[in-house]
């Protein structure tokens, strides 16, 4: 029987037949679709397993750099997988209605309710569902509802002042501050979704474990999405996923939690036929928060817009709105430290400020968006930190449309896995001059035609919010955080490292760095009226 003979030379030859079958499958990865032509590093032509230990060795952007430098433009980084490092790509990989959608990573980011994945508008892979939902949601963070968010983040700023003033003032603990700006963060966010703070800022503590849970998290999804399928084994197995169908099991993330409550506490307030979204004429006084927003999507679309995804948004505001801007404020305070020559140039821009009367806070010292807006050194020092220290540390991977395309140059195939990382652009030599490395906020100064024009390429080539149709939702309102508290802090503070040795650590996860020693001391300034 010609089974039991191929049974009898596998078993006798099982070792040769996998090396074999390994083997082949090695040189199929290597050759896939003539990615062969492409440089990069040997192993990771053959398996993605060497991209899973590079993100998992938590430092991805120094080897992508070095990558670039060493191989050029494009650089294979698996065996369906290639970095690309010339601007030119960015109109391509990014560009609207190029017909490209994010890849598998995300769908690691995924969480999974009733047993079944929930696409978030950041996660989502379907390019149709998200253009609908965009549309349900964009005008809720267009520049003009800025000013709704005002008074929301001025909320959360006074108290973070007052018990920095309490905690750290004076006081011989240092202020891990990265730490406390998460808190802020979170506060913030917590407050422009729901008009209600989770309470980290008055608690002085991470509430609901949520920072420790959103680590965790972020910890597993970087390496996990980079083999997507291990996916499958950990958080998404059948087991588990059974389970969670069957109700046995609630994994459901803290702030989800809160979100269900604060949807819970609004919804019966609908139904007695409130107004969806309170003005400043309606009887609470209050500002629509982004909650209301989401539910008067929610009346607008009822087919598309379902409860789930008000929920689903809601949480996002979180998950996508908190690190990110902790880690890029964490950054500002960081180079501007390390440059006093240029925090010098900063406090002197918002002193002379306040000594022309330009603010109109002398009490509290907090900046108005608009107040902000006129401090021209402070938008250098902040596009510079975003420059140096983008919070996505990996590249935006999107997979090329059928048919395949051409980027930069190149013809590449259909299916392909693509991306360009923040950490390699925002170092490109041709467009931000040969002192990449260095933090000098000057190189954004416009005092010529010739230097319009360099910025305005430099603004071009900034990858830190994304680009294109996927591009931040959020960016408005993390610049509205940004831009005020940074020059509030300055304002009300004298800030200094605890250590004279002192230095943020930066330390990778998912594809957001952060500082795990950032210990600072504040003092009182003598005074903050002029
Ligand atoms: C400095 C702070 C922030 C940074 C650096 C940042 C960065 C990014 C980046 C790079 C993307 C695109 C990811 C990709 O293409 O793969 C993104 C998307 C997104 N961000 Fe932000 N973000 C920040 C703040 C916020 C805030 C405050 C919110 C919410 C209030 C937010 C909500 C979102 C959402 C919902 C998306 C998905 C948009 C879509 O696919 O249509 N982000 N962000």
Not at 317 to 345: C, D, H, K, Q, W
Not at 420 to 427: P, Y
Request: glycine letters at 6%.
């Amino acid at each position: 029987m010609i089974t039991d003979q191929i049974v009898q030379v596998v078993s006798q030859h099982w070792l040769a037949i996998g090396a074999a079958v390994v083997l082949a499958w090695l040189l199929r990865n290597r050759y896939h679709n003539g990615l062969n032509k492409y440089p990069g590093p040997f192993l990771a032509s053959l398996t993605d397993w060497w991209r899973f230990f590079d993100v998992y060795g938590r430092r991805p952007e120094r080897s992508h750099i070095a990558l670039h430098k060493k191989y050029g433009p494009v650089v294979r980084l698996g065996p369906n997988t290639l970095s690309f490092s010339d601007p030119e790509a960015l109109k391509t990989i990014y560009g609207l209605n190029k017909g490209f959608i994010k890849s598998d990573f995300y769908v690691v980011q995924q969480s999974v309710v009733k047993g079944r994945s929930l696409p978030s508008l950041f996660s989502t892979t379907d390019n149709d569902f998200h253009m609908q939902f965009r549309r349900c949601v964009n005008s809720a963070f267009a520049m003009s509802a800025l000013v709704q968010y005002e008074p929301f983040v001025d909320n959360t700023t006074k108290l973070f002042l007052k018990q920095t003033e309490r905690l750290y003032i004076d006081q011989p603990n240092p202020c891990d501050f990265t730490r406390w700006l998460q808190f802020y963060a979170f506060d913030v966010i917590g407050e422009i979704t729901y008009s209600k703070r989770h309470g980290f800022i008055e608690k002085n503590e991470d509430v609901d474990g949520i920072v420790a849970y959103l680590t965790k998290l972020f910890l597993y999804v970087a390496p996990i999405g980079q083999i997507p399928i291990l996916d499958r084994l950990f958080l998404k197995n059948p087991i588990y996923l059974k389970l969670s169908e069957w109700g046995l099991l609630d994994a459901t993330f803290p702030v989800a939690k809160f979100a269900r409550a604060r949807m819970a506490e609004r919804l019966p307030e609908l139904e007695k036929g409130s107004p969806v979204l309170p003005t400043s004429a309606s009887p609470t006084g209050k500002s629509p928060d982004l909650l209301s927003k989401f539910l008067a999507a929610r009346e607008a679309r009822p087919d598309f817009m379902t409860d789930t995804l008000v929920q689903t948004m809601a949480v996002s505001m979180a998950f996508a709105g908190s690190e990110t801007t902790a880690i890029s404020l964490s950054s500002v305070f960081y180079f501007l430290l390390r440059n006093p020559a240029a925090l010098a140039r900063l406090r002197a821009e918002i002193d002379d400020a306040a000594r022309q009367g330009r603010f109109s806070d002398y009490e509290t010292g907090l900046v108005t968006w608009h107040e902000s807006q006129t401090l021209p050194y402070l938008d250098m020092c902040i596009k510079e930190a975003f420059r140096l220290h983008p919070a996505p540390g990996l590249p935006l991977e999107r997979i090329v449309p059928k048919g395949g395309l051409e980027i930069a140059g190149k013809r590449i195939p259909g299916g392909t896995i693509v991306g360009c990382s923040a950490w390699v652009l925002h170092r490109d030599e041709k467009i931000f001059g040969e002192d990449v490395d260095a933090f000098r906020p000057e190189r954004w100064e416009v005092r010529s035609e010739e230097d319009e024009a360099r910025v305005k390429t430099m603004n071009g080539t900034m990858l830190h919010f994304g680009m294109g149709s996927r591009t931040c939702i959020g960016k408005n309102i993390s610049l509205l955080e940004i831009y005020k508290l940074v020059p509030t802090m300055l304002r009300r503070f004298e800030v200094s490292f605890f250590f004279s040795f002192s230095f943020f650590f930066f330390f990778f996860f998912f594809f957001f760095f952060f500082s795990l020693l950032s210990l600072l001391s504040w003092r009182r300034r003598r005074r903050i009226i002029y």
